[in-house]
């Protein structure tokens, strides 16, 4: 019990019966034999576990979504923007032809879609962890939303049956702490975009808030994000700036544009 665990496969291997850490409002727990929970947190305290990174199993980082989407509007949520302009005028600098392939990871219900079937794209799709989140976009979009190829899963679970012209990522990519998380998505990244395919990441920069949703971020400055994307990625533009939420509070973001080294 002493011992220094850094990833959740050793943790794993630990603690008895422990399929599925459950995160409840905001603490880690572990289900017993007897199907009871037991706060993993107190462990913490006492300092007979040191994470280096806070743990969350695919089942509990899926309820956490569906609960915010269940609960919220989107306008009550810190990332809402009617119209995405630092996306949009990616997609415009770019000058991506109207049949490119668009993937909007962690998309949620962003508006970012209506605005790509506005301007006429015809291959767009939406891929979020949260079903409810694809069900509320659906609604809103009604007719149009048979245009849009919807696909539920975690981007670390993701196994593209085509390649992408555009992967765009606002606010799902800093969730992942852990250093072979981020390693993952850059690989699947890599796999599922197009030869000299774009990409535009939006993460917190290290001035902006260190949690989203209620969950820790990883904060990213221009250097840390060209870093992680560059063995197969070389950044193309990036810059940081503000957003402004619903409620007023001001959250730093850093954007980087990238293109595919071709590896
Ligand atoms: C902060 S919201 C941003 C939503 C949208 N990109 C925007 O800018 O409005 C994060 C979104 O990422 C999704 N998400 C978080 N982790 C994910 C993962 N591992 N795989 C797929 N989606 C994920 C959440 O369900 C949520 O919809």
């Not at 422990?18 to 603490?27: A, D, Q, S, T, V």
């Not at 997609?91 to 209506?114: M, R």
């Not at 250097?223 to 939420?245: A, G, M, N, R």
Request: net charge positive; aromatic share 14%.
């Amino acid at each position: 019990m002493n011992k220094l665990f850094d990833s959740t496969d050793k943790i794993r291997k630990r603690i008895p019966n422990k399929r599925y850490f459950h995160l409840i409002i905001g603490n880690f727990y572990y289900k017993t034999e007897n199907g009871f929970f037991r706060l993993l947190n107190n462990l913490f305290s006492q300092k007979k576990f040191k994470f280096r990174y806070p743990i969350m199993a695919n089942i509990d980082k899926e309820q956490h979504w569906e609960k915010i989407y269940e609960t919220k509007n989107f306008t009550e949520v810190g990332w809402y923007q009617k119209t995405p302009t630092v996306s949009l005028s990616f997609i415009e600098e770019s000058k991506i032809p109207k049949t490119a392939k668009i993937l909007d990871v962690g998309g949620g219900d962003s508006y970012l879609v209506d605005h790509l079937l506005d301007l006429g794209f015809v291959h767009i799709h939406v891929l979020d962890l949260s079903r409810k989140a694809i069900g509320k976009a659906k609604n809103r979009l009604g007719e149009n939303a048979t245009k849009v190829t919807w696909i539920n899963s975690d981007i670390l679970m993701f196994e593209p049956k085509e390649k992408f012209d555009v992967w765009h990522d606002r606010a799902a990519f800093h969730f992942l702490l852990d250093p072979k998380e981020t390693q993952k998505y850059v690989r699947i990244a890599n796999e599922s975009i197009s030869e000299d395919g774009l990409m535009l990441i939006g993460t917190f920069s290290g001035q902006g808030p260190t949690h989203c949703s209620g969950l820790p971020v990883r904060q990213y400055s221009i250097d840390k994000l060209t870093e992680v994307f560059s063995p197969y990625f070389q950044k193309t533009k990036c810059f940081q700036t503000d957003h402004i939420t619903p409620g007023g509070a001001r959250q730093h973001y850093t954007f980087c544009g990238f293109k595919k080294i071709g590896k």
